[in-house]
């Protein structure tokens, strides 16, 4: 997994479509001025090929993807689908949440593509 906590580190996301919507993402953050502070916490994160959704360390030992510690059935705020890639952001505390970039082509475990799936729109 790939995480996402400054603009300058946008050009490690080597999809091209991926890396223009998190650069424009960055670009809306910062109308927000000083109250958004972008070292605190990854805001974007892409997930790779063989990347565990259980693994609770994966967003700074907070949570995994697909278990929320308040509610294990809540895996996503919200889910969108962007034509070959979607965005599932998921809440880390009552201030933080984090973006992450799913590439459609990915080999993805099952339970992952059925929550994607249920929590896109349609």
Partial sequence: MLLIRQREAT?????????????IQFRDLQTYGTQWQPDELGWFAVWGEGDDPYDKGLFLGVRSLLKSPCDPELSFEIV???????????????????????????????????????????
Wanted: hydrophobic share 45%.
């Fill in 11 to 23: 050009a490690q996301i080597l999809d091209n479509e991926m890396r223009q919507w998190v650069e």
């Fill in 80 to 122: 969108e689908d962007h034509g070959h890639f979607y965005t599932a952001v998921i809440l880390l505390s009552d201030l933080l949440s984090v973006e992450v970039l799913i590439p459609k082509g990915l080999s993805l475990p099952s339970e992952m593509s059925t929550r994607l799936a249920q929590w896109s729109p349609q």
